[in-house]
């Protein structure tokens, strides 16, 4: 890089030597950032007066915690790192639930926040709040420059940090003063971190191990989670399965990894998953898991899961690998690379034909089906008929609780990175924000946002970001008047003592919608034409939310409950 440095700013002289706000903007230049997630602040007006001039494209959100969970959507859809600024004290802490849920979730982020002046750091100052301290358990990496002239190194190493290994979020506090302080800039230092040495390529004994192992299984079935998606190894899984036929079923946040309309596809697993992958994983003899850390959502009970079974964990994240499940074949490494080995070693096939034979038999005999109603709308229908007019290729957002698991069952994903849903923190209010974050990752792309009317009211001000920018984002709201999976719960575990569930009252989302400027209008079963409302709203190329009135008793099934086992589930149809 040359000495000298052509900035945006007006104010900018031809030199290396600059504000540390300055720096922040080069720096983000040069790491090809295409969108800023924030809201200003008196810790961070340095650094928003640099990006006056800067001519980068900044998003302003209407709650920081909009901002992280768009920045999230943008890096769960691009694969490139969400990044966000807020400021100090309440700013900062309005983080938290985001950078958890990425944490958690393993999205790439680097997140800047304000802090007070160096000076007054520790003293209670105005909007102080140690963020580090707070943030340490919740992020992969966190730091607070204390000089000028680290700034440029700081950010180079976040977000290699954010972006290697198992991705996620790397949080930079930045003290007021240093970003007023000038320095010499550069960014052409290697990273240098002795200490973090993430592993990709795997240990070829471990592959040969993984062969063998399938040679001899009978009852052979991969369990495939999000590391197969941020590796970008969906290709590579497509080819290994139809090479050795073994079955597939993929947790939440893996669907689209495997194409659901695939002959070797089980469908979901876990508490809301088919009864198909849910046996599958029970009585396997050999399960593989790529990508998956064992989540309970996952598992149900351990001291039933896969008893049966040689288990092999392959994950980027040595520390997940024996966490949860005792694991045989252990192979730490990047997805795609473990699955380019195994399709390379071509290994001899199991004699599997008899088990997926009986799997086949049992998604024929045992499908995902829901009770028709000549007087309610079904959210399940909903769903279908969504996935009908998106022709399966929409990117679909959610919130979390029954229409989350609705969006899972039955809109059938066949392609990676179409599903963005918060999975380990089950965050409500995801959905909205993180809708705005997929459409600026794909512009081309129909984001169709599935919300319960419980989440959307969490997040509800973000509408204001979609009518500002214009993105044709569709808002479906399927309400039922209730914290929907909370009233399920209490239907079936609390004799249905429904403790402060159900709402007593609701705005008129319809003329809230209008109120933002975007055209809504509500759905119910009794509307003449309802469905061509609904195809018309799904097909159009304008923001629009629909306030769709569903079915206020329906339950997610299958479900397993609480303390059971895969095989235990309830709500299947026989």
Same mark, same amino acid.
């Given at each position: ?14 030199t ?8 922040l903007i080069?720096?983000?230049?040069? *790491?090809?950032v295409?969108v800023?997630?924030? $809201?200003?602040?008196?810790?961070v ?5 640099s ?8 998003v302003l959100t209407?709650?920081?915690?909009g ?8 890096a ?9 600024i ?6 900062a ?27 007054v ?32 190194r ?5 977000f ?19 970003a007023?302080?000038e320095?010499?800039f550069?960014y052409?230092?290697?990273v ?9 390529e795997?240990?070829?004994?471990? +592959? ?19 590391g ?7 290709e590579?899984l497509?080819?290994?399965?139809e090479?050795?036929? +073994?079955?597939?079923a993929?947790?939440?946040l ?14 979901m697993?876990?508490?809301?998953g ?10 396997c ?31 980027i ?16 490494g ?13 290994g ?5 034909k ?12 045992y499908?995902l089906?829901?009770?028709?109603s ?5 959210p ?11 022709k399966?290729?929409? +990117?679909v ?21 179409k ?5 380990g923190?089950g ?16 512009r ?13 009211q ?9 009518? *500002? ?15 929907g ?10 004799? *249905? ?10 705005p008129?989302f ?5 109120? $933002?400027?975007i ?5 119910e079963?009794?509307? *003449? ?7 018309e ?11 769709i009135?569903v079915?206020?008793n ?15 589930m309830?709500?299947v149809?026989?």
């Open positions: 890089m040359s000495t000298n440095v052509q900035l945006n700013s007006s104010t900018a002289k031809c290396n030597t600059m504000s540390g706000s300055l720096m080069e720096a983000l230049k040069q *790491e090809k295409e800023i997630f924030g $809201y200003p602040g008196g810790a007006l340095p650094i928003y007066d990006l006056y001039d800067s001519g980068m494209n900044h209407r709650h920081e915690q901002g992280i969970h768009a920045a999230e959507g943008y769960r859809i691009s694969g490139k790192p969400g990044v966000v807020a400021t100090s004290g309440p700013g802490t309005n983080l938290v639930t985001g950078l958890t849920d990425a944490m958690i979730d393993s999205l790439p982020l680097v997140v800047f926040t304000g802090q007070v002046a160096s000076s750091i520790g003293s209670d100052a105005f909007q102080e709040a140690d963020i580090l301290g707070i943030t340490t358990p919740i992020t992969k990496h966190n730091y607070q420059v204390r000089e000028v002239s680290e700034l440029p700081i950010i180079k190493e976040a290699h940090i954010a972006t290697t290994g198992r991705p996620g979020p790397v949080l930079i506090d930045i003290p007021k003063d240093i007023i302080f320095g010499e550069s052409d230092m290697p240098n971190l002795p200490g973090y040495q993430p592993t990709s795997p240990n070829y004994l471990q +592959i040969r191990k993984l062969v063998e192992a399938v040679s001899r299984a009978k009852k052979p079935v991969i369990l495939a989670g999000a197969v998606l941020h590796a970008n190894g969906s590579e497509i080819k290994y399965v090479q050795q036929q +073994i079955p597939v993929n947790t939440l893996g669907l689209g990894g495997f194409p659901a309309d695939h002959s070797l596809f089980l469908g697993a876990g508490m809301h088919t009864y198909t992958a849910n046996m599958a994983l029970y009585d003899d050999l399960l593989i898991s790529i990508g998956a850390r064992f989540d309970d959502r996952v598992t149900g009970n351990l001291e039933h899961f896969a008893k049966k079974a040689i288990v092999a964990h392959i994950d994240d040595p520390a997940e690998i024996g966490k949860n499940v005792p694991t045989q074949i252990p192979i730490v990047d997805a795609k690379l473990v699955l380019e080995q195994l399709i390379k070693q071509d001899k096939q199991g004699d599997n008899e088990w997926n034979e009986q799997l086949a038999n049992n998604k024929q005999e499908p089906v829901y009770n028709e000549d007087t309610e709308l079904k399940q229908n909903i769903l279908e008929l969504i996935h009908k007019w998106t399966g290729e929409a +990117i957002t959610t919130d979390v609780g029954q229409h989350q698991m609705w969006a899972a069952q039955y809109y059938n994903f066949n392609n990676p990175n599903w963005v849903t918060s999975g923190l965050t409500m209010g995801f959905g909205l924000p993180a809708a705005i974050g997929a459409q600026l990752a794909d081309e792309s129909t984001v169709v946002a599935i919300l319960g009317d419980g989440g959307f969490m997040t509800l001000q973000e509408l204001s970001v979609i009518h *500002e920018l214009n993105l044709p984002i569709k808002v479906v709201i399927l309400n039922n008047g209730a914290l999976m909370v009233r399920q719960w209490q239907e079936l575990f609390y004799e *249905e003592r429904y403790s402060h569930s159900k709402f007593v009252s609701q008129d319809v003329k809230l919608s209008e109120a $933002y400027g055209k809504s209008a509500r759905i079963k009794s509307d *003449e034409g309802w469905e061509e409302k609904l195809k709203a799904i097909t159009s190329n304008e923001p629009v939310l629909l306030d009135h079915c206020k329906e339950n997610v099934y299958p479900m397993v409950a609480s303390g059971k086992g895969l095989h235990e309830v709500g149809k026989l």
